[in-house]
């Protein structure tokens, strides 16, 4: 466990004191991730395979949870802990937030990961570029979602599992409407929580 925090601790705060390299090294190990589930096997890639088994789940009301990864939703949490006098939890919001933000944007057009409702397969990379259809990988959605959950986990603990399994629901649904393919909202995730380790330790990718 000590390791594990250790590694996370590294990996979250290395966008402080202009260490990228951490993130860097994280998100190069995502893409990797991300590729080996992109191969093709037999019919079909491991992450075809699980998006068509999300979809086909009976659950209509998933994708409603989308919403909770948009932008109304954060800004109205802000609003609510700003009201409450909670202006340290606000500041922790924003500041994951953005860093989740530029992170996974970066990623979306460098990568120019083809959407499952593009057409394409889940191996279909075509490089940097700004057309929507191949900003797949990573969900933008779920990293706002998981930073979110992130500082709301540290600062509100004894709500952490409500935070997270709101989060992962919200990954759920971007499969679940043919969004993204499963190891983009893993990807999400994972940038999510280290953008919101990095601010609740005072040392946030992009600061206010």
Same mark, same amino acid.
């Given at each position: 466990m000590?390791r ?6 590294y990996?979250?705060?290395?966008g ?10 994280y ?7 991300t ?9 079909a890639?491991?992450?075809e ?13 998933l994708e409603?949870?989308?919403h909770? @990864?948009?932008?109304?939703a ?5 609003l609510?802990l ?12 924003i500041?994951?937030?953005a860093g ?5 944007w ?10 499952p ?9 075509v /490089?940097?570029?700004?057309? @929507?259809r ?5 969900s933008?959605?779920t990293?706002?979602a998981?930073?979110?959950a ?6 509100y603990?004894?709500w952490?599992?409500?935070?997270y399994?709101?989060a ?5 649904a971007r499969?679940s409407a /043919? ?6 909202v ?5 940038v ?11 040392r946030?990718?992009?600061?206010i």
């Amino acid at each position: 466990m000590d390791r594990l925090d250790s590694w996370l601790g590294y990996a979250a705060g290395s966008g402080a004191s202009g260490g990228g390299i951490g993130v860097n090294r994280y998100f190069f190990s995502l893409l990797l991730v991300t590729a080996l589930l992109a191969a093709p096997v037999q019919a079909a890639s491991p992450d075809e395979a699980i998006a068509q088994w999300i979809q086909g789940w009976d659950t209509p009301w998933l994708e409603e949870f989308s919403h909770l @990864g948009e932008a109304p939703a954060y800004v109205s949490v802000a609003l609510l802990l700003a009201a409450a006098g909670d202006l340290e939890t606000v500041e922790l919001i924003i500041e994951a937030e953005a860093g989740a933000a530029v992170v996974t944007w970066g990623g979306k057009v460098g990568v120019g990961r083809a959407r499952p409702w593009s057409g394409h397969d889940a191996s279909t990379f075509v /490089g940097p570029t700004f057309d @929507g259809r191949y900003h797949s990988f990573p969900s933008g959605h779920t990293a706002s979602a998981f930073a979110l959950a992130t500082v709301l986990a540290e600062r509100y603990p004894n709500w952490a599992p409500v935070w997270y399994g709101l989060a992962t629901c919200v990954g759920l649904a971007r499969i679940s409407a /043919g969004a993204h393919w499963p190891s983009d909202v893993l990807a999400g995730a994972v940038v999510g929580h280290l953008a919101g380790r990095a601010a609740v330790a005072g040392r946030p990718w992009f600061g206010i």
